[in-house]
């Protein structure tokens, strides 16, 4: 069953930034997943939500997706996302229609 991250990060610093932009996609292939939605403008539909940077991932499987996030291999990254910006992340577990 797929599984989905998605992030909302506000950066604080974007020089350092654009480091983990070209960082990350090396550790996110390693584990099968692709960018859906990488920091494209969001239109507001309903509600009041203003987010800054949305980011989709697509996995294989939320077991996958968690292997990803606690690797080695996106390590160095995730630190250098966490130093130059604040969000939240998420993992849903997709579905296949019957």
Do not use: N
């Amino acid at each position: 069953m797929p599984a989905y991250v998605i992030a909302h990060i506000d950066v604080k610093d974007p020089v350092r930034y654009e480091d983990y932009k070209k960082m990350s996609p090396i550790s996110i292939g390693k584990f099968g997943g692709r960018f859906l939605v990488r920091g494209t403008p969001a239109e507001i539909l309903e509600g009041s939500w203003q987010p800054k940077r949305l980011v989709l991932l697509e996995f294989p499987s939320v077991a996958v997706a968690r292997e990803w996030w606690a690797s080695d291999d996106y390590a160095d990254a995730k630190a250098l996302r966490q130093a130059t910006s604040s969000g939240d992340m998420i993992i849903l577990e997709g579905f296949e229609p019957k």
